[in-house]
């Protein structure tokens, strides 16, 4: 279901000020008196207003609008706590979790998170590693013109397992797991500058899996996989500590093949492929607590503490 956020009246035309908007059956509305907005689940455009707003979003594909303005009449600065300040003629407002800023013609700007924006243009970059050498940097993408920026050299038994913003100031870090110890932890990116900060070690047959949002707080967690027994969950990164969520247990022949918002709701899911008959599906994840254990074809949910593991059979299988 999508979700239309604003503070005027809606005509049965779908129309606020002179902004055509296609309402489709479902969708829902609000009026807000305080000049706090929190967005509700789902896909939501939120309407400017001549006062200053807090905006929190829901992590999912949130577009803040701006009735009366062109982008280049915004003055966009990204914070250091991950918020986004948009100052327009008549009103200057904070946006959280928001993904998206468009203009009265239409146009847009991505101010979202980037698992890979290394600088905080909220441009993604490249990153590349070299395995001889250890050493680690990014093509910045500037008009699709890549430019070198270096960041540092890797010890030995240390690789880049992935990337994302595990401290939520907007700008990416690099996760690195030492493969001899199984140690685990992020180069926190400054000016093209890394600075270490240390998870913890993980246990033997642990490795990496992927990185994403799986708790919805903004920020990104570890995925975490059991090569030996097939278990799947996350370490979710607060300060720096890493907290387990269990979620589940592969069947034979299955592993994590990915990670991505495959269903739109703004949370990550774990794409799975197995080896043998090359079916590939997602496993969607949401907060819920002591749910009993099914995993068949259809959907199904998996015991633990923390979250729940729903299976859909999304994709097809390769020929």
């Known amino acids: 279901m999508d979700a239309l956020l604003c503070q005027r009246d809606l005509g049965e035309d ?27 689940s789902g896909f939501n455009a939120i309407y400017h207003m001549p006062v200053n707003q807090t905006v929190i979003g829901n992590g999912a594909l949130d577009t803040y609008v701006f009735g009366s303005y062109t982008l280049s009449q915004l003055t966009i600065t990204r914070n250091a706590d991950g918020t986004v300040t948009v100052a327009a003629p008549d009103a200057t407002d904070t946006l959280s979790r928001v993904q998206m800023i468009q203009d009265y013609t239409g146009a847009r700007k991505f101010i979202g998170h980037s698992t890979s924006d290394f600088s905080g243009d909220g441009n993604s970059d490249v990153l590349l590693e070299n395995t001889t050498s250890g050493q680690i940097g990014t093509w910045e993408i500037s008009n699709n013109t890549p430019v070198w920026a270096s960041f540092s050299t890797e010890a030995a ?47 033997t047959g642990w490795h990496v899996a992927g990185v994403g949002d799986f708790n919805n707080d903004g920020r990104s967690d570890v995925l975490l996989e059991n090569s030996s027994t097939g278990v ?88």
């Open 157 to 203: 038994g240390w690789h880049a397992a992935g990337s994302g913003d595990f401290n939520g100031d907007g700008v990416s870090d690099i996760l690195l797991e030492n493969s001899s110890t199984g140690a685990v932890g992020t180069w926190e990116i400054t000016n093209n500058t890394p600075t270490w900060a240390y998870f913890s070690a993980e246990a």
């Open 14 to 40: 779908g129309t606020i000020l002179g902004l055509n908007i296609n309402l489709t059956a479902g969708e829902q509305f609000y009026n807000f008196s305080t000049n706090t907005i929190t967005a509700a």
């Open 232 to 319: 799947v969950g996350t370490w979710e990164i607060t300060s720096n500590t890493p907290t387990w969520a269990y979620f589940s247990a592969e069947a034979t022949g299955w592993h994590v093949a990915g990670v991505g918002d495959f269903n739109g709701d703004g949370q990550s899911d774990v794409l799975l492929e197995n080896s043998s008959t090359g079916v590939v599906g997602m496993g969607d994840h949401q907060q819920h607590a002591n749910m009993g254990l099914l995993l068949r074809r259809g959907h199904g949910l998996a015991r633990g503490r923390r979250r729940r593991f729903q299976w859909r059979w999304t994709l097809g299988c390769s020929p």
